[in-house]
């Protein structure tokens, strides 16, 4: 079993809709958490990061983190197409362990 | 865009040969770290430098090295290619150990046959 489990997707959504991406890990050594998006053909962008449980909102991005149940979620509001991307958690203690990656599409 | 530059952006390379791939940290951030990316997977952690010394390392096999220079730059490199070694290889700079504000390269595409 991974250390990381990410929902596979993919996921295809009309533009404005709001976006859940989510992830779930076995390591409770891990102690940050990341979200970072990968266009196509490019390498992954921080979106964001958080230390510990609860939300932390950026834009139009919130990063939800529940220690008590290893699982992080990233909501996207109002998504846009330019959101089209794959999103992928990671999360640390030491080294970066990343999930998979869910692919996004937004239809305008 | 990111300050991490990899070189090349594109390699072919047979099996049992040699690769190096090249990397240009951003500006300031002393702690570089590499990663395999097969195609729809999430990136592998390979190892992680720090200030030139080895800080970690992934489930590769020995046959995965690397070294950090003193400007931070950083090169991977790969000895008897297998055809599973054929992948994205990126690289990430940053100021912590924990990378917890890593920016990452545009990534090296290897192929070997």
């Known amino acids: 079993q991974k250390e990381v489990e990410q929902d596979p997707g993919p996921l295809s959504v009309p533009e404005g809709a709001i976006v859940s991406l989510n992830c779930t890990y076995s390591?409770?050594?891990?102690?940050?958490f990341m979200w970072y998006r990968q266009y196509s053909r490019k390498g992954p962008e921080l979106l964001m990061y958080t230390y510990s449980s609860g939300n932390k909102e950026d834009g139009r991005f919130t990063a939800q983190v529940d220690k008590s149940s290893k699982y992080i979620s990233l909501f996207i509001r109002d998504s846009q197409p330019s959101d089209s991307a794959t999103y992928l958690c990671?999360?640390?203690?030491?080294?970066?362990?990343f999930g998979d990656g869910t692919t996004l599409t937004v239809k305008p | 865009e990111t300050g991490v530059t990899q070189s090349p952006t594109h390699l072919i390379k047979t099996r049992g040969q040699q690769v190096t791939l090249r990397c240009s940290s951003q500006?300031?951030?002393?702690?570089v770290s590499w990663y395999q990316q097969a195609l729809g997977q999430g990136p592998q952690f390979i190892f992680q430098y720090y200030r030139e010394e080895e800080n970690g390392r992934g489930n590769f096999p020995p046959r995965f090295s690397g070294l950090q220079f003193p400007n931070y730059s950083s090169e991977l490199n790969v000895n008897a290619l297998e055809l599973d070694d054929s992948a994205l290889y990126l690289c990430?700079?940053?100021?912590?150990?924990?990378?917890?504000?890593?920016?990452f390269g545009q990534g090296t595409r290897l192929t070997v046959v």
């Open positions: 990671a999360m640390s203690e030491s080294k970066s362990t």
């Open positions: 990430a700079s940053s100021l912590d150990l924990m990378n917890t504000e890593a920016f």
């Open positions: 500006s300031g951030h002393n702690t």
């Open positions: 390591n409770s050594a891990f102690q940050y």
